[in-house]
Each structure stands twice: as structure tokens, then as C-alpha cells.
């Protein structure tokens, strides 16, 4: 099952019908966000600008990775709790190993 998560509706027909997603939710909507609520075992993070990281591990299952992909230049921030309870790994890559 793959899961786009975006911060518009801009891509929601190419990532649905063109790469095969079989789910595509915007960001910023909190229902839906909740929903997803310990369900990815994976997320591949491209945002290249500094953003917040609990959205995004809270959505992880347990043991769930999250893939930062996205080059950014400050340091990042999160709260520890949401890795460790969770037992969940932050990691990184410039060619999209896992």
C-alpha cells in the first residue's frame, strides 16, 4: 500500500493514476493525518525546507523508518519520545538507498 502525503492537491492526479499511489492525502488535513496514525512502515520524506518531523512519526508503525531525502541546511528538530516509544529509525540518504 503506498500513501502520497503533499501539501496540496497539485500532484494528486499524477501520483494516483501516473505512479500507481493508492492514496493521496494533503498534509495539513489533521483528520486524515490522524487516521494514518500508526500505519506507515515507511516514509520517504523529499520536503528540502526544515519542517517538523512529529507529523510524520506519528505515523509510523512500530519499527517504521523514516527516510529523509530532502537536503536541508539547519539542524532538525523532534521530540525523542515519538523514535524511541516507537522503537523508530530517522535516517538519510543522497541516492535513495534504504
Known sequence: H?????????KREEA?????ADDYVIG???IKMSELADSLDYII???PVHHALEPYLSLLKLDGKLILMGVINQ?????T????????VITGS?????
Do not use: A, H, Y
Open 45 to 47: 520524506d523529499t520536503v
Open 28 to 30: 495539513s488535513d489533521q
Open 81 to 88: 519520545p515519538l523514535l524511541m516509544l516507537g522503537e523508530k
Open 16 to 20: 494516483l493514476q501516473d505512479l500507481g
Open 75 to 79: 539542524p532538525l528538530q523532534f521530540l
Open 94 to 98: 543522497f541516492i535513495g538507498s534504504m
Open 2 to 10: 503506498v500513501t502520497v502525503i503533499s501539501s496540496s492537491n497539485k
